[in-house]
């Protein structure tokens, strides 16, 4: 027996062990069981979001970087990249090929305005993203420089990018977080209606030179005012095809309130685009006729926080929220990264090898619902840190339960209905850095489902 399945043997004794006692220590909550979705998750669904910077180094988003290729395709076989961020704001294009070496090998989250001035994306970096976006099946959502570019330049670089990208492009992006310019960008007194005046003239401009281009946005950071108001003006634009927003879980790193236990909470957000104002974006989406993807986002912003960014706790979140996004009928979720991030998923650079955070294995675990349909689902006398979910492909249904309390539970089924446990997401600890698995079980309930603590687990259901 070699060491492989040595240790997948002995995870699933220990997670065996630890279901046997779960109906002991936890009374027994129960689920109804609704609608089914009319449509199903998008293929794309799942995604990660790159800093626009990134692309200063040809030699990264390129097919020749075998590594990250495979982690993509790992991740999922039809995903969506995401070129933007902060740094989108700071770099230019140029159609010369670059001389001398790259101003850096990899660049992580926004934290840091010094090194981005200046930076360039060339018609050779975005050659090579073609090829990456050809060998991992990804589609790509491409950013344009609003707060500090030029009209030529945006007119400029979205030539070259649909153009090269081709089919692989869904849409542009003009600006990045819009709604976070005053007394940065623009001036204090800066508005929702000064933002679309600006970012008409760009959309027009680059429309009149790309006449295929297709648009995305607003791309806000939190102010839902930005979003109404572009909801309500895209709809006269059929080039505008899909509305974004970010969304981070907490912050900023450093700030005290930034915790596990607040991260595993119902509702981490204490601002924006929380529960309390999805009704706005669906408002938004009615006034556009349009769906909406959460392009940029992340558990901690600001880079991410040491110690709960970085670990299980932060795969557990993931999976919840993402498969939340999936309920709620969004078309998409990006979770932001890059170099050696706090919260990005995949960490490192070509030349020191990449790595795997915990939430990679998150995003792995809520990507198995890519194109399945949500059915209406809820769980009844439950933690309110335990979430349900509930999909339907082909007839065939699989529940997920997702714990992020310390004790375990057991979930009283439907009559009628027996489930089979078949994948679980978990670690030794919610604090743990690594030894994050997804693994298989193999055992059936008649009449419940049982859960531990810490821990998302996949059941296949079947009538009895």
């Known amino acids: 027996m070699n060491r492989r399945d040595f240790l997948e043997i002995f995870s699933a004794m220990v997670l065996a062990s630890r279901y046997a006692t779960a109906g002991q220590t936890k009374p027994t909550a129960s689920l109804t069981i609704g609608d089914v979705a009319e449509k199903a998750v998008p293929e794309d669904f799942t995604g990660l979001s790159y800093e626009s910077a990134q692309l200063a180094n040809p030699e990264f988003f390129s097919a020749k970087n075998k590594q990250l290729v495979l982690l993509f395709r790992e991740l999922a076989p039809h995903g969506n990249l995401r070129i933007g961020g902060g740094s989108s704001e700071f770099t230019t294009y140029s159609d010369d090929t670059p001389v001398g070496p790259p101003p850096f090998e990899v660049f992580g989250p926004d934290t840091s305005k010094k090194v981005k001035q200046g930076t360039v994306t060339s018609a050779l970096a975005l050659h090579n993203l073609r090829g990456f976006l050809d060998a991992t099946g990804w589609s790509c959502l491409y950013g344009l420089n609003l707060g500090q570019g030029t009209v030529e330049n945006a007119v400029r670089e979205a030539a070259a990018a649909q153009a090269i990208l081709g089919p692989r492009l869904i849409a542009f992006q003009i600006g990045n977080e819009p709604d976070s ?3 940065r960008y623009r001036p204090a007194s800066y508005t929702p209606a000064d933002y679309l005046a600006e970012w008409n003239r760009f959309r027009e401009a680059i429309a009149k030179k790309t006449p295929q281009a297709r648009f995305a946005g607003p791309d806000i950071s939190n102010k839902l005012a930005y979003l109404t108001a572009f909801a309500e003006q895209a709809s006269q634009y059929p080039d505008v095809i899909l509305l974004t927003g970010h969304y981070y879980a907490m912050g900023p ?18 601002t924006t685009l929380n529960r309390r104002d999805l009704p706005v974006i669906a408002a938004a989406q009615k006034a556009a006729n349009l769906p909406f993807r959460m392009s940029e986002g992340n558990s901690c912003w600001n880079g991410g926080q040491l110690g709960v960014s970085d670990t299980f706790a932060s795969a557990l979140w993931c999976a919840g929220y993402m498969m939340a ?42 990507q198995r619902f890519a194109g399945a349909k949500v059915v209406q689902v809820e769980l009844h006398d439950a933690d309110p840190r335990v979430d349900a979910f509930l999909f339907d492909r082909d007839g065939k249904r699989e529940l997920v339960l997702v714990n992020k309390t310390t004790e375990s539970m057991t979930c009283a089924l439907p009559a009628g209905i027996t489930a089979a446990p078949i994948l679980t997401l978990h670690a030794a600890a919610i604090e743990a850095k690594d030894g994050v698995e997804i693994s298989s079980m193999h055992e059936r309930h008649h009449g419940m489902v049982k859960i531990a603590e810490y821990c998302a687990a996949v059941y296949l259901l079947a009538k009895s």
Request: proline fraction near 10%; charged fraction near 20%.
């Open 325 to 366: 996004c999936m309920e709620r009928g969004w078309v998409g979720v990006n979770l932001h990264g890059g170099g050696d991030g706090n919260y990005t998923p995949i960490a490192g650079a070509p030349s020191t090898g990449l790595m795997r955070r915990p939430e990679f294995f998150g995003i792995r675990f809520a």
């Open 253 to 270: 790193a450093g700030n005290p309130e930034v915790t596990l236990e607040n991260l595993l909470s119902p509702d981490p957000k204490l």
């Open 181 to 183: 310019f005053r007394n």
